[in-house]
């Protein structure tokens, strides 16, 4: 991989949390990248995409502003941080966006989706999950996710891919089972009033110890999976290629010799950057030795995520898993720079990264706190139900008679 060849730009993080992002601008040629339409979305009301001209893109990324190039890319973290939340660090979440119009959710950690929301993204396409592990803090918002954008767009049923376990019940497909079954009386009420075919969930279950396996192709998209390390058996990384641009998305893992082997290469590597004992051990008032054990036993602490992108190299590594705070980040940086001093950025949730073969550019979205949910679509109106449900004549019986609704609206 020539660095020589790639432009990283990065703007808009201009806070306490500078230091976050950290961009090398290289040497290189500029090419020409006037974007042409590709497989539009369906806008907001009153919105109106445009291309990027040579790779000018604005310091920050208003969503649905922007249309991507026909070899274009854009992943955004929806989720940077650890189970236990906080306002600015969900739980971990990529979405991966492509100028063919596909996109593609690497995990939806508790909390992410909030930040999904905010993008005010066309939910129809939206119907692929891809889920590393079954923590909460990578799958906890997937019911939100599956009725959310059920009601937000998505009129189709939703796929979910993930790894099996060493039994039945610890893999994925026993886990979209119990959830369904937990949530039983959410779908119920609303199966038949909404669109059939949205509140159908499609799991995709694949060998949690192929190493480097095609789990998706359609439409030029290939996604592999490998092992990773990361407690029981079960967990896996993903890398996504498409037109000769390659993205890997660790989820959780110990440094693993498959990660070394099948990320070298990719573009964009992200690998979680856990925080150090020493951060670890006062953000959850933890001993040294527990957080040491956790930090660097059963993740990936920020020198060894060095290491590993030192092997790997990719045109930028992005590190995760962290709790967002000065002080936690200056700890991050100087430990991942005794070990790696290639392109790096260190995720915060909503930031973009653009991928093209000449550019990499990286910034944050720029979102209201109070984005409305996309409306309904014309595929709404026509989609197929089979017909509300309703409580029994006992619990309608019990209507207080003060109170008649006013007369239904005439169609
Ligand atoms: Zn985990
Ligand atoms: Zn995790």
Same mark, same amino acid.
Request: charged share 20%.
């Given at each position: 991989?020539?660095?020589?060849?790639?432009?990283?730009?990065?703007?808009?993080?201009?806070?306490?949390?500078?230091?976050?992002?950290?961009?090398?601008?290289?040497?290189?040629?500029?090419?020409? *990248?006037?974007?042409?339409?590709?497989?539009?979305?369906?806008?907001?009301?009153?919105?109106?995409?445009?291309?990027?001209?040579?790779?000018?893109?604005?310091?920050?990324?208003?969503?649905?502003?922007?249309?991507?190039?026909?070899?274009?890319?854009?992943? &955004?973290?929806?989720?940077?941080?650890?189970? *236990?939340?906080?306002?600015?660090?969900?739980?971990?979440?990529?979405?991966?966006?492509?100028?063919?119009? #596909?996109?593609?959710?690497?995990?939806?950690?508790?909390?992410?989706?909030?930040?999904?929301?905010?993008?005010?993204?066309?939910?129809?396409?939206?119907?692929? %999950?891809?889920?590393?592990?079954?923590?909460? #803090?990578?799958?906890?918002?997937?019911?939100?996710?599956?009725?959310?954008?059920?009601?937000?767009?998505?009129? &189709?049923?939703?796929?979910?891919?993930?790894?099996?376990?060493?039994?039945?019940?610890?893999?994925?497909?026993?886990?979209?089972?119990?959830?369904?079954?937990?949530?039983?009386?959410?779908?119920?009420?609303?199966?038949?009033?909404?669109? #059939?075919?949205?509140?159908?969930?499609?799991?995709?279950?694949f060998d949690y110890k192929a190493v480097n396996q095609?789990?998706?192709?359609?439409?030029?998209?290939?996604?592999?999976s490998w092992?990773?390390?990361?407690?029981?058996?079960?967990?896996?990384?993903?890398?996504?290629?498409?037109?000769?641009?390659?993205?890997?998305?660790?989820? #959780? +893992?110990?440094?693993?010799?498959?990660?070394?082997?099948? /990320?070298?290469?990719?573009?964009?590597?992200?690998?979680?950057?856990?925080?150090?004992?020493?951060?670890?051990?006062?953000?959850?008032?933890?001993?040294?030795?527990?957080? &040491?054990?956790?930090?660097?036993?059963?993740?990936?602490?920020?020198?060894?995520?060095?290491?590993?992108?030192?092997?790997?190299?990719?045109?930028?590594?992005?590190?995760?898993?962290?709790?967002?705070?000065?002080?936690?980040?200056?700890?991050?940086?100087? /430990?991942?720079?005794?070990?790696?001093?290639?392109?790096?950025?260190?995720?915060?949730?909503?930031?973009?990264?653009?991928? +093209?073969?000449?550019?990499?550019?990286?910034?944050?979205?720029? %979102?209201?706190?109070?984005?409305?949910?996309?409306?309904?679509?014309?595929?709404? %109106?026509?989609? &197929?139900?089979?017909?509300?449900?309703?409580?029994?004549?006992?619990?309608?019986?019990?209507?207080?008679?003060?109170?008649?609704?006013?007369?239904?609206?005439?169609?």
């Amino acid at each position: 991989m020539n660095y020589r060849t790639t432009r990283i730009t990065t703007r808009a993080v201009t806070n306490a949390f500078s230091a976050l992002v950290i961009a090398f601008c290289l040497t290189g040629s500029l090419s020409q *990248n006037v974007h042409a339409a590709t497989a539009q979305d369906n806008m907001p009301v009153g919105r109106k995409a445009v291309a990027i001209s040579d790779g000018q893109y604005p310091g920050s990324y208003f969503p649905n502003t922007e249309l991507l190039g026909p070899a274009e890319m854009r992943i &955004t973290c929806l989720g940077s941080g650890m189970p *236990n939340l906080t306002r600015k660090s969900a739980s971990l979440s990529y979405l991966v966006e492509l100028g063919n119009g #596909d996109k593609f959710l690497f995990d939806v950690g508790a909390g992410s989706m909030a930040n999904l929301w905010s993008l005010r993204p066309d939910f129809s396409k939206i119907d692929k %999950v891809f889920a590393s592990h079954l923590h909460t #803090d990578h799958v906890g918002d997937f019911m939100g996710l599956h009725i959310g954008s059920w009601l937000s767009g998505r009129y &189709t049923p939703i796929h979910i891919y993930g790894p099996s376990g060493s039994t039945p019940e610890m893999g994925t497909k026993a886990f979209v089972d119990g959830m369904k079954k937990g949530y039983a009386w959410d779908i119920a009420g609303r199966s038949g009033a909404l669109p #059939d075919a949205g509140g159908e969930i499609v799991v995709h279950e694949f060998d949690y110890k192929a190493v480097n396996q095609v789990v998706y192709q359609e439409n030029g998209v290939t996604i592999r999976s490998w092992p990773a390390i990361h407690l029981l058996d079960g967990p896996v990384s993903y890398s996504l290629e498409w037109q000769g641009l390659k993205y890997v998305f660790g989820g #959780d +893992t110990y440094p693993n010799k498959w990660y070394i082997k099948h /990320a070298a290469g990719a573009d964009i590597a992200s690998h979680e950057a856990f925080l150090p004992p020493k951060a670890l051990a006062k953000y959850f008032g933890w001993s040294l030795g527990q957080a &040491t054990f956790v930090s660097t036993r059963i993740h990936t602490e920020p020198q060894a995520f060095g290491k590993v992108m030192s092997a790997v190299k990719p045109r930028l590594a992005v590190g995760y898993h962290s709790v967002q705070s000065p002080e936690n980040n200056a700890a991050i940086m100087d /430990a991942v720079r005794k070990t790696y001093d290639g392109p790096l950025a260190l995720a915060r949730d909503l930031m973009v990264i653009n991928l +093209t073969k000449e550019n990499i550019n990286v910034r944050m979205a720029s %979102v209201d706190d109070y984005v409305l949910p996309p409306d309904v679509s014309k595929a709404y %109106v026509s989609a &197929t139900r089979s017909g509300q449900k309703h409580a029994s004549d006992y619990i309608t019986g019990g209507k207080w008679k003060g109170y008649t609704p006013p007369p239904m609206p005439k169609k």
